[in-house]
């Protein structure tokens, strides 16, 4: 059963935790754009700024109405029942899973010579998409 509402526990570390994340990604993506190559910083800093939007949204969609909030919301911001952590654990694990032969055909692709940025973003799309599907998979079986 979820709960109705975060606890000043669960909102102070959800505060802090976001503080700290968004002091690092700042601090990461300055870095790379005096050091990186290319765009590298400036596509850092928009991805984590999308990133820390969709979780702000969730954050909001939670915090406001956790009945209306889907099973990975409420898992998500640790505000959900036994069910939906172990959907979110069992789709992370499958996830992992994943992730190692993903890797390793990367590696391959860029040993025979693709691009890495490409690769990259391949590899990338790959793992969500895994990650995605196995969550929605698990959701409809349990």
Do not use: C
Not at 17 to 26: G, K, M, P, R
Not at 32 to 41: C, D
Not at 53 to 76: G, I, N, Q, T, Y
Not at 110 to 118: F, R, Y
């Amino acid at each position: 059963m979820w709960t109705r509402e975060l606890t000043a526990r669960q909102k102070t570390g959800t505060l802090l935790s976001v503080l700290i994340l968004l002091v690092v990604v700042v601090g990461v993506g300055l870095l790379l754009r005096e050091h990186g190559p290319g765009n590298m910083g400036t596509g850092f800093l928009q991805g984590a700024a999308v990133g820390l939007v969709a979780f702000a949204v969730v954050l909001w969609r939670v915090s406001r109405a956790p009945d209306k909030a889907s099973s990975f919301e409420r898992a998500f911001t640790s505000s959900g029942d036994e069910r939906d952590d172990d959907l979110l654990t069992r789709a992370l694990a499958v996830l992992g899973l994943a992730a190692f032969p993903l890797t390793g055909a990367a590696a391959v692709a860029i040993g025979l010579g693709a691009e890495v940025a490409m690769v990259m973003f391949f590899l990338l799309i790959a793992q969500l998409a895994v990650g995605v599907v196995a969550y929605v998979v698990i959701a409809r079986r349990s």
